[in-house]
DNA sequence: CCGGATTTGTTCGTATGTATG
DNA sequence: CCATACATACGAACAAATCCG
């Protein structure tokens, strides 16, 4: 017979997080796949229904998201997933173009090996995955993979509060790419870019990496369509 | 007689915020202002009775600091006012100097004159504060003033990604910063910095002043004392 | 212009998790 | 290892503000 003290611990601690905090993570999920669409009202008392638990939780979730800037909130009115502009976009890209080429080039500067490693599994589990054709849930799937990627690759720069900028910046724009994503050949391009990444790594020569990621930011944010083509395009997939 | 009608709306809606975002204003405050020290323990409970308001509103002020990367919160124990390292200050100053400037040349591209004679309007007010004596108070309102005037130069770049950005960069070195302008000549030399900038403005050169605010940064960025410095110094102002 | 319906904001009580003795 | 003390997290009800008829 088994004394108690001998079996493992079952109650394993999923409640490690606030349940707004989990709450937090499903909505800006669902704000960015489309779930949740651009200028649609949130509804506490919906939210609150639907996950089964008070209005309290939700209510934090929803500022949180409106202090990332994916909602707008206004007393005693309520809260709306945020509309980009065409000009918001761009500078999203800009600021991206100026940031993630700081960051890999520190992380080249700093990076270990296991990391290289870590960057190398990643790759392998995207290359998997790009090989799936494409559908909603692939491409989710590769743009989580691709950000994961990416902060991993920005990780060993060991600079904190950029790499939160940057998570941040990704989530703003994450809705509009993952459209775009899901109607492109993007995946294989994305594979010889992250290649060349991985080779400046592991020279760690962070020179090349900067540029090469500012040139392919430029390039992408070339080809992201206007906000007003994305909602045509949105109303032919309606009708 | 003057109709009802053409009269101007009197009920100014003082109310119009939340009760929570106001917390948070004073906690921000208080963190910069070191009223609430690095390290020291915020308990949610305390503050309530303090703000004589229940604890939801100073919960969601402390989510928002979190978020904002002011403190740090652990489920079920605690929040503490986050403790930067000499590492993220350091960090924090290069970020500055990459996003400061970007800023600047953007603002000096689309500048008009109204925010050009705002900004004249910030200095003069500055130049008038940098006359007192240098107390706590007064290296306060130069630092809320220094900030505006900073603010309402990168604010016609129209970037308010970038701009939020910036404001969250300042605020989370705010209280160190503010005790260094508490013992330093660092005012005359804002003075003077700030008229380069203006007269830039002026000339809508934005490459010059880019250039400025670079090399200003960096320097000030070097000036700044090692956080174990920063330490001593309260170890003997305490004694 | 006013009153009900709805939604948000706040209060308070209880449950739950953590740290000490 | 368990019990107690403490602070935080959640739930339900009340209050306040907005919108619509």
């Known amino acids: 017979m088994t004394r108690l003290?001998?079996?493992p611990v079952t109650t394993i601690k999923l409640n490690n997080k606030r349940m707004s905090e989990q709450i937090f993570e499903q909505l800006c999920d669902w704000i960015m796949d489309g779930t949740l669409r651009a200028g649609q009202k949130i509804s506490e008392d919906e939210l609150a229904d639907r996950f089964g638990v008070s209005r309290m939780p939700v209510r934090e979730a929803v500022r949180l998201l409106s202090a990332k800037g994916l909602v707008e909130s206004i007393p005693y009115i309520g809260t709306t997933v945020r509309v980009l502009t065409d000009h918001e976009v761009r500078e999203i890209y800009l600021l991206r173009s100026v940031l993630e080429p700081l960051a890999s080039s520190k992380a080249a500067e700093y990076i270990i090996d296991v990391e290289l490693e870590q960057l190398q599994n990643i790759q392998t589990e995207l290359e998997?995955?790009?090989k799936l054709p494409l559908s909603l849930s692939t491409s989710k799937e590769l743009y989580r993979l691709n950000k994961e990627f990416h902060m991993c690759m920005y990780a060993p720069s060991r600079m904190n509060t950029l790499l939160k900028i940057i998570d941040g910046l990704w989530d703003s724009i994450a809705n509009?790419?993952?459209r775009i994503a899901y109607t492109s050949i993007y995946p294989q391009q994305m594979q010889h870019e992250h290649r060349d990444y991985i080779h400046c790594l592991k020279?760690?020569?962070g020179e090349t990496l900067a540029q090469l990621v500012k040139k392919n930011l430029e390039f992408h944010a070339k080809q992201i369509p206007s906000i007003d083509k994305l909602f045509e395009m949105d109303q032919a997939l309606h009708q």
């Open 5 to 7: 003290s001998e079996l």
């Open 128 to 130: 998997k995955n790009a």
């Open 176 to 178: 509009i790419r993952m």
């Open 203 to 205: 020279q760690r020569d």
